[in-house]
């Protein structure tokens, strides 16, 4: 599954010339379905959406806070050509999910997000329809979200999504470069100075 996030002060969906849905600071979410894709994908980009740090603090601090800590709104557009492949110049779509099977899948995709979330805040444009997306990118921040690829064990499936889990908690809690290079030149301080008292203790022995 793929997902083209922008950062926006508004975006709106228009259909025969009618604003059928719109939002002000936020996300607008482009989402693509391939014929591949899980429930277990559907989770993983759903969660990455609500919980990006792509906004400020109260202070000002760049890339600190999500959609959801902010209670900003969230407008997602059903996109099957993210799952485009060229042949030559021609864009072929057969990876994207078929309509029949896409269209209750991307309304499970909004209904997890929304119980996740709020559901007065996050929005939607019209499945199947020639819309018209107007978004003005706040930046311009624009990220790109594939889920991973993974194995159709639901065992393995499982076991992933843990190490996945651990590994973003992990990376929250490594120690900088800076405080890493100070707990090593700590012990090495150390480690001399033991050395030293050693050798001053030794040579008082001698006779």
């Known amino acids: 599954m793929k997902a083209i996030i922008q950062r926006v002060t508004r975006a709106s969906v228009t259909v025969g010339g009618e604003t059928i849905s719109s939002i ?5 979410v482009l989402l693509g379905i391939s014929v591949e894709d899980t429930h277990t994908d559907a989770e993983y980009i759903v969660r990455k959406i609500l919980n990006l740090r792509l ?3 109260e202070n ?3 890339w600190s806070k999500s959609v959801m800590d902010r209670d900003y709104e969230v407008l997602c557009v059903s996109q099957f050509t993210l799952q485009c492949i060229l042949k030559g110049n021609k864009p072929d779509f057969h990876s994207a999910m078929p309509a029949e099977l896409s269209q209750p899948f991307y309304a499970s995709i909004l209904e997890n997000m929304r119980s996740a979330y709020k559901p007065e805040l996050v929005k939607d444009g019209k499945f199947g329809a020639s819309m018209q997306v107007h978004v003005q990118n706040d ?3 624009t990220i790109e979200l594939t889920s ?5 064990d639901p065992r393995q499936l499982s076991k992933l999504e843990k190490q996945q889990q651990r590994k973003e908690k992990a990376r929250s809690k490594v120690p900088s470069e800076s405080s890493r ?6 012990a090495r301080q150390d480690t001399n100075a033991s050395s030293g008292a050693e050798g001053d203790v030794s040579s008082e022995r001698e006779p």
């Open 24 to 28: 002000g600071q936020g996300l607008c």
């Open 55 to 57: 906004f400020e603090d």
């Open 60 to 62: 000002g601090r760049a």
């Open 139 to 141: 930046g311009p921040v």
């Open 148 to 152: 991973p690829c993974v194995s159709s």
């Open 181 to 186: 290079e100070k707990s090593a030149l700590r």
